[in-house]
């Protein structure tokens, strides 16, 4: 590649990290104006335009470059072709994406960017069985990659491979990953090993307090019977995350394990407020209400559970 044009695009990089937007904007239209005879350059342009997020404008430009040179050198055009995939994914194209991927395998290609573009083309549209096999042939040209055995691995478990899943991940990322703690918190937890996951969470706290986190620590904890460490969690994470649905019903669970009804009928209260269609947890509600003899907001609630009954069977 020319270097002058290099220098150009790259100077016309820095001023758009400047805050000098529309002169570096201007440089390189002025570089794809006056550069188009030569596809290397264009391709790296369009690589940076993917990059400053102006995606229609990289597609564009690389097919003008591939219309224009039809007779490029084949390792260019491979690389244009990716490329326009990799950007066609990121726009949810994924019929144009497959039409440029499948070219490529059918010409005898086989390289790691192509499976891990086709991997990508399929969990998008969860397909993971699909972007597993993928994701399998990358792992066998790169089996060190820790990229891949860590994408591999959520993949495994996503298609219940849990087994093979933490191994991977621990190879990926090292016993305390984060990754590999929830890894193997939910993996004991549905094999019924409470106090495994309890624990497993316990160090998962000490890396992450995401909305995730807290809500599986706290679970575990309800489960191990450890309720006020339960309590303080759901607490926790609801002040993180108000929103988070799912804490309510189990705060409703722990509160009721201490015997604080209240506390439990305001949980449901306010999941209902958020939610509200799990006819489950508005007959809960229901009979909290009715046991604590507020008869008239159980009426109330029992009209919204039948009326949304009647909308549900309909």
């Not at 002025?30 to 993917?50: C, F, I, R, T």
């Not at 430009?61 to 490329?83: G, T």
């Not at 590999?180 to 309890?198: H, P, T, W």
Request: proline share 2%.
């Amino acid at each position: 590649m020319p270097k002058k044009w290099l220098y150009v695009i790259d100077e016309a990089v820095k001023r758009i990290e400047n805050d000098e937007v529309e002169l570096g904007l201007q440089a390189l239209q002025k570089v794809q104006e006056h550069g188009k005879e030569l596809p290397e350059v264009m391709l790296y342009l369009a690589e940076v335009w993917y990059q400053l997020g102006h995606l229609e404008e990289a597609s564009q430009l690389l097919s003008q470059v591939m219309k224009d040179h039809a007779a490029m050198e084949p390792s260019l055009r491979r690389d244009c072709q990716l490329l326009m995939a990799e950007i066609a994914l990121d726009l949810s194209d994924y019929e144009t994406a497959q039409h440029l991927l499948y070219e490529l395998k059918e010409s005898g290609y086989e390289d790691v960017q192509l499976f891990l573009l086709l991997a990508d083309l399929y969990a998008l549209q969860d397909l993971d069985e699909v972007a597993v096999k993928y994701l399998e042939l990358a792992r066998q040209k790169e089996p060190e990659n820790q990229d891949i055995l860590a994408a591999l691995g959520n993949l495994y478990f996503r298609v219940g491979r849990d087994k093979e899943a933490m191994q991977l991940m621990e190879q990926a990322g090292g016993e305390q990953s984060l990754d590999i703690l929830l890894v193997k918190g939910r993996s004991l937890a549905q094999n019924g090993d409470f106090e495994g996951a309890y624990h497993v969470y316990r160090q998962a706290l000490e890396l992450d307090r995401s909305p995730e986190v807290l809500y599986g620590a706290a679970m575990m904890a309800f489960h191990v019977g450890h309720l006020e460490e339960a309590a303080l969690l759901v607490e926790s994470l609801q002040a993180v995350d108000e929103e988070y649905v799912a804490a309510y019903p189990l705060a409703s669970d722990i509160y009721l394990s201490m015997g604080k009804t209240e506390k439990a009928i305001q949980s449901l209260v306010q999941y209902v407020e958020l939610s509200g269609f799990d006819l489950d947890q508005i007959r809960r509600l229901i009979a909290l209400l009715t046991q604590a003899g507020r008869y008239d907001e159980a009426k109330k609630y029992q009209l919204l559970h039948d009326q949304w009954n009647v909308e549900e069977e309909v």
